[in-house]
């Protein structure tokens, strides 16, 4: 049995997890997102600039790949939706 500070304890713990996964998540999709653009669109070195081209190219790829987690976050957020709305369906 827990009191209300045992309780209270938990949550935030709980709370605290899911803030450092969320964290680490976002973490490696933007460690992610940099080496697939880098790898992609870099390919000059001879400058510590990038040319128009790779400029063009590191710019498409990444607005791409935010696109791209934007939508994913929408279907997990629809699929959430419903699974609750389910769920509640199935309560009543």
Request: charged letters at 30%.
């Amino acid at each position: 049995m827990y009191n209300n500070y045992g309780a209270s304890y938990q949550e935030q713990r709980l709370q605290q997890m899911m803030e450092q996964k969320q964290l680490k998540d976002f973490m490696r999709m933007y460690s992610n997102l940099v080496s697939r653009c880098f790898d992609d669109c870099v390919s000059d070195f001879t400058s510590n600039t990038l040319g128009d081209k790779e400029l063009t190219c590191v710019t498409r790829c990444t607005l791409k790949n935010m696109k791209l987690n934007e939508r994913i976050g929408q279907r997990f957020a629809e699929e959430n939706a419903k699974l609750m709305e389910d769920q509640a369906k199935m309560g009543r």
